[in-house]
Structure formats: structure tokens, C-alpha cells
């Protein structure tokens, strides 16, 4: 029950919060800077989900040719940044990084 209970508060402060700032701001389109800012947002977010995990595999930084998760990573980038085709990328970083863990001791 109490698990619920946080969850319900997660919610409602997350739902004011966001409710908020369309309260303020109502039907007025948001100044260009704060739009042009806001694009980044995911990217940013993206990345700081991503990063560690190739980056930090063990807990501590490896930036070794061992690291599979990170060799696996730079195939998916390389992909996507060719091709543009983020299932594509997102299918051969999966491929390269069970490849590479099968392979790598």
C-alpha cells in the first residue's frame, strides 16, 4: 500500500508541476530562447542515460578495446549517423554488442 501511496504522490507532483507552467503560460507561445533552449532537452537526456552505461559498464570508467558495451556503441552511432535510421542502429549495436561479448573474454 505504501508503495502506492509514493507512487500517487510521484504523480501528483509531477502533474502540478507541469500543469503549473501551462497555467501561467496559457494560450501565449513560449520566447524563442526557452523553445530553442527546450530542443535539447531530450538529446540531454538521451545521453545521460546513455553514456554511463557505455562508458561505466563495471561501475568504473573503461575506455579500453574490452569494453564491449562501448565498441558496440560506436558501431550504433556510426550507423545512425550514416543511415538516419534509428532502428537500424539500434539493431546493429544490439548485434555487434552480442557478437562482441560471445568474442571478448
Same mark, same amino acid.
Given at each position: 500500500?505504501?508503495? =502506492?501511496? +509514493? +507512487?500517487?504522490?510521484?504523480?501528483? *507532483?509531477?502533474?502540478?508541476?507541469?500543469?503549473?507552467? +501551462?497555467?501561467? !503560460?496559457?494560450?501565449?507561445?513560449?520566447?524563442? &530562447?526557452?523553445?530553442?533552449? !527546450?530542443?535539447? *532537452?531530450?538529446?540531454?537526456? /538521451?545521453?545521460? +542515460? *546513455?553514456? #554511463?552505461? !557505455?562508458?561505466? #559498464?563495471?561501475?568504473? #570508467?573503461? &575506455?579500453?578495446?574490452?569494453?564491449?558495451?562501448? !565498441?558496440?556503441? /560506436?558501431?550504433?552511432?556510426?550507423?545512425? =549517423?550514416?543511415?538516419?535510421?534509428? &532502428?537500424? @542502429?539500434?539493431?546493429?549495436?544490439?548485434?555487434? /554488442? =552480442?557478437? /562482441?561479448? @560471445?568474442? &571478448?573474454?
Amino acid at each position: 500500500m505504501e508503495d =502506492w501511496l +509514493i +507512487i500517487l504522490g510521484m504523480v501528483a *507532483v509531477t502533474y502540478s508541476a507541469r500543469l503549473s507552467v +501551462i497555467a501561467l !503560460l496559457g494560450e501565449r507561445p513560449l520566447p524563442e &530562447l526557452i523553445a530553442r533552449a !527546450l530542443r535539447y *532537452v531530450p538529446p540531454a537526456a /538521451l545521453a545521460a +542515460i *546513455v553514456f #554511463p552505461a !557505455l562508458l561505466l #559498464p563495471e561501475g568504473t #570508467p573503461d &575506455l579500453s578495446a574490452g569494453n564491449a558495451r562501448l !565498441l558496440a556503441g /560506436l558501431a550504433a552511432a556510426v550507423v545512425a =549517423w550514416r543511415t538516419r535510421r534509428t &532502428l537500424l @542502429a539500434i539493431g546493429v549495436g544490439m548485434a555487434a /554488442l =552480442w557478437l /562482441l561479448q @560471445a568474442a &571478448l573474454p
